[in-house]
């Protein structure tokens, strides 16, 4: 596994479910990706609308998004579920025979942080 960029990102206060986007973007930036070379998708948003926004407004492919459930299901600190959401994110690619993913994940007020990663080709 390796990490291929990171990013951050705030909106106005009391609407953190918006960080994501602008925290992948940045996270795409620097890992000199855009969202087609993106395998699959993990997020952490504290509702389920809140992913359908994301996947309009960065062009993320719906059907690659949370493929294993989304980490609504055990609950929203922060922490624990992004954590969480990266290992099933690298499991998910790892089960695909490799590949590049992203997570995003707003927290407390009104941040976002998100990752790229990639999985090496297990059989290789």
């Known amino acids: ?7 951050l990102a ?13 925290a992948a973007r940045n996270a ?24 359908l926004v994301f996947a309009r407004e960065t062009g993320a492919d719906l059907m690659r ?5 989304c980490s609504l299901v055990w609950g929203h600190p922060q922490a624990p579920m992004g954590t969480r959401a990266i290992i099933e994110l ?3 690619l790892a089960l695909r025979g490799g590949g590049f993913g992203l997570f995003s994940g ?11 990663l990639e999985v ?3 059989h290789a």
């Open 106 to 116: 707003c927290a407390a007020g009104d941040t976002a942080m998100a990752v790229v």
């Open 10 to 22: 705030r909106a106005e206060l009391a609407y953190m479910p918006e960080a994501t986007i602008p």
């Open 28 to 51: 795409l930036a620097q890992a000199g990706r855009g969202i087609a070379d993106i395998d699959a998708v993990k997020t952490h948003n504290p509702f389920a609308v809140n992913d």
């Open 90 to 92: 690298i499991e998910e």
């Open 1 to 7: 596994m390796r990490l291929h960029g990171f990013g």
């Open 65 to 69: 998004m949370n493929n294993y459930g």
């Open 120 to 122: 090496g080709d297990a």
